[in-house]
T-cell receptor, first 115, second 116 residues
Framework: AQSVTQLDSHVSVSEGTPVLLRCNYS??????LFWYVQHPNKGLQLLLK??????LVKGINGFEAEFKKSETSFHLTKPSAHMSDAAEYFC?????????????FGSGTQLTVLP | DSGVTQTPKHLITATGQRVTLRCSPR?????VYWYQQSLDQGLQFLIQ???????AKGNILERFSAQQFPDLHSELNLSSLELGDSALYFC???????????????FGPGTRLTVL
């Protein structure tokens, strides 16, 4: 079985300060991991993905995440928060079995950016 | 814009009714997925179709069914609706090529279902 745990349901940062959203995964094999973002009343947008290439993955809008197998973590970071980053962020692991590809979502982290 | 379209955007109906949600995948994508997002259950995978055939099932109720048509669009049918079915329903699509690990899912904007 595979799952992801997002360690914080809410994170609040000031504009211009670093962002850290934490995610731990559980998987019986090498996982494919993703971060998606959901802005209010919008769909889900892919931020970045890890698929066993480089362990440091760069995504859109200045976000990046590092895959650490020893810690089973895939934390999302950004050096400097912007007001437009306020949204809900989901850490996701994908089943990879034959043609089955379903995603398992974490419970989400609501990011608030203070002026 | 992900290239995945869903209709309608909003749907308000009564308990006991039946509704159909529609999804058009990105051009060239063979796999379609349905997910449900609710306050108490979070985001959950419902079902996956690949080139017209069901490939995987998640936490989909027996009152719910789906299909993928020859033109690759998909419909999710929800029947005997209950208050608890109120949720945001997302469709996603991917290239769905077997054997690749770079199969990214792109999400549509969702259909918000309200059951009164």
């Amino acid at each position: 079985a595979q799952s992801v745990t997002q360690l914080d349901s809410h994170v609040s940062v000031s504009e211009g300060t670093p962002v850290l959203l934490r995610c731990n995964y559980s998987s019986s094999y090498s996982p494919s991991l993703f971060w998606y973002v959901q802005h209010p009343n919008k769909g889900l947008q892919l931020l970045l993905k890890y698929t066993s290439a480089a362990t440091l993955v760069k995504g859109i809008n200045g976000f990046e995440a590092e895959f650490k197998k020893s810690e089973t973590s895939f934390h999302l970071t950004k050096p400097s928060a912007h007001m437009s980053d306020a949204a809900e962020y989901f850490c996701v692991v994908r089943l990879f079995s034959g043609s089955a590809r379903q995603l398992t979502f974490g419970s989400g982290t609501q990011l608030t950016v203070l002026p | 814009d992900s290239g995945v379209t869903q209709t309608p955007k909003h749907l308000i109906t009564a308990t006991g009714q039946r509704v159909t949600l529609r999804c058009s995948p990105r051009s060239g994508d063979l796999s379609v997925y349905w997910y449900q997002q609710s306050l108490d259950q979070g985001l959950q995978f419902l079902i996956q179709y690949y080139n017209g055939e069901e490939r995987a099932k998640g936490n989909i109720l027996e009152r719910f069914s789906a299909q993928q048509f020859p033109d690759l669009h998909s419909e999710l049918n929800l029947s005997s609706l209950e208050l608890g079915d109120s949720a945001l329903y997302f469709c996603a699509s991917s290239a769905g090529v077997t054997g690749t690990s770079t199969d990214t899912q792109y999400f549509g904007p969702g259909t918000r279902l309200t059951v009164l």
